[in-house]
């Protein structure tokens, strides 16, 4: 199983900012209202809240002079 750090490193490295989500969920730790400002590609905080918790799943923020994200949903 592949921890936060896994997961999230390589679309920092891509230049997406990622944030982290609580496991298994879609939503940020209750700390974290500020999601959008937060995400960061920056490896250093990337592994500090890995060390938070390895098992964070993970956001990316889409910015107007970055990228498009498309989200699907299915299930296995």
Do not use: C
């Amino acid at each position: 199983m592949s921890n936060f750090l896994e997961i999230a490193t390589p679309y920092a490295q891509m230049g997406i900012p990622v944030f982290p989500l609580l496991p298994n969920e879609k939503r940020p730790p209750a700390s974290m209202t500020d999601w959008p400002d937060i995400a960061t590609t920056d490896s250093a905080q990337i592994a500090k809240w890995n060390a938070e918790e390895p098992n964070y799943n993970f956001g990316l923020v889409a910015k107007p002079d970055g990228i498009v994200i498309l989200e699907f949903d299915i299930a296995k």
